[in-house]
């Protein structure tokens, strides 16, 4: 089993940037990729970006150009930096690893507004 924990998120203004991280623990062999997922208000839940465990990454349209997910495998890390935030990225954010089941970390506020 894995488990995520998720660095803070907090209220950054439009145009701003914030980094999040999501720490592993428990089997970490197991996993074969990892992502980060928001859920704004009223809406599904979403993927914003994946890596898989050999570096290869995928996007939302929508955080294209702006969003970079990355994954430090010595500190069983994952990252998503954020750029040039918009209004409507605000959202909980979601850390997840799969392996044989997909874990979920606790969730992370970001609201982006002046």
């Known amino acids: 089993q894995v488990q995520l924990v998720e660095s803070e998120g907090g209220l950054v203004q439009p145009g701003g940037s914030l980094r999040l991280s999501c720490a592993a623990s428990?089997?970490?062999?197991?996993?074969?990729?990892m992502g980060w997922y928001r859920q704004a208000p009223g809406k599904q839940r979403e993927l914003v970006a994946a890596?898989?465990?050999?570096?290869?990454?995928n996007y939302a349209d929508s955080v294209k150009g702006r969003f970079t997910i990355s994954r430090d495998h010595a500190r069983n890390t994952m990252y998503l930096q954020m750029n040039s935030l918009k209004p409507e990225d605000t959202a909980v954010y979601y850390c997840n690893a799969r392996s044989q089941v997909w874990s979920w970390g606790q969730g992370t506020q970001v609201t982006v507004s002046s």
């Open positions: 890596i898989t465990s050999s570096g290869s990454t």
């Open positions: 428990g089997i970490i062999l197991s996993i074969y990729a």
